[in-house]
C-alpha cells in the first residue's frame, strides 16, 4: 500500500471515528425514540473506522466484520417496524456486510482485483451517490440556528447530524470504489 493510499486510509478512518463519537454523543442526548437511530449510526461509523483501517491492523477480519453488519442489519429490520425512514440503516448494513464478504474473498479493500459483484456494487454506488448530493443539498439549504461552533456561524445540532451523516455517506462511497 502506498503512503497515499495509507494517508487517505487513515483520513477515511479519522473521519468515520469522529463521526461516531458525534453519534454517541447523540446517543446519551436524544429522546428514547431517537437513541434507536443514533446508536446505529454510531455502530455504522465505528465499524466503517475499524474497516477502513489499512489491512493487517487490529485483531478482526473479515468474519468478525461480517457477523456484527449482519446484526446491525438484523438491528434496522426492526427498526423498519417504526417507519421506513430506517431503511438507510439497512441498506448501509447490508452494504458493510457485503464489503465484509468481498474482503473475506481477499479481492476487496483496495486489493485492485476488482472486488465483489459489479451489479451489486454499482447499484450501491449509485445509492449512495444519490444519498450524499441529496444530503449535501439539504445540508447547504439549511438556515441559521442556535449554537456557536468555535467562533465560526451559528448551527443547529440537527445541521451537525446532517453532516455526521453526509460524512458517512462519502466514507462509504471512499470504500465501495475501493472494492
Do not use: N
Not at 69 to 97: E, I, P
Not at 136 to 142: F, K, P, S
Amino acid at each position: 500500500m502506498s503512503l497515499s493510499a495509507s494517508l487517505s486510509a487513515w483520513l477515511l478512518v479519522l473521519l468515520c471515528a469522529v463521526s461516531g463519537a458525534y453519534c454517541l454523543s447523540r446517543v446519551r442526548t436524544s429522546e428514547r425514540e431517537a437513541r434507536g437511530g443514533a446508536a446505529g449510526e454510531a455502530l455504522m461509523a465505528f465499524g466503517m473506522a475499524v474497516m477502513a483501517a489499512p489491512p493487517g491492523i487490529g485483531p478482526w477480519g473479515p468474519g468478525i466484520l461480517l457477523a456484527v453488519f449482519c446484526g446491525a442489519a438484523l438491528h434496522a429490520l426492526w427498526l423498519l417496524r417504526g417507519g421506513v425512514h430506517h431503511a438507510h440503516h439497512l441498506v448501509g448494513s447490508l452494504a458493510m456486510a457485503y464489503m465484509a464478504l468481498t474482503m473475506a474473498d481477499g479481492r476487496g479493500h483496495g486489493s485492485g482485483s476488482g472486488g465483489g459483484l459489479p451489479l451489486v456494487t454499482g447499484a450501491l454506488l449509485l445509492y449512495f451517490a444519490g444519498y450524499v448530493l441529496l444530503g449535501g443539498a439539504r445540508l447547504v439549504t439549511a438556515g441559521g440556528g442556535a449554537q456557536q461552533v468555535a467562533g465560526g456561524p451559528p448551527v443547529k445540532a440537527a445541521e451537525l447530524t446532517r453532516a455526521c451523516r453526509l460524512a458517512m455517506g462519502m466514507g462509504m462511497l471512499a470504500m465501495l470504489l475501493s472494492l
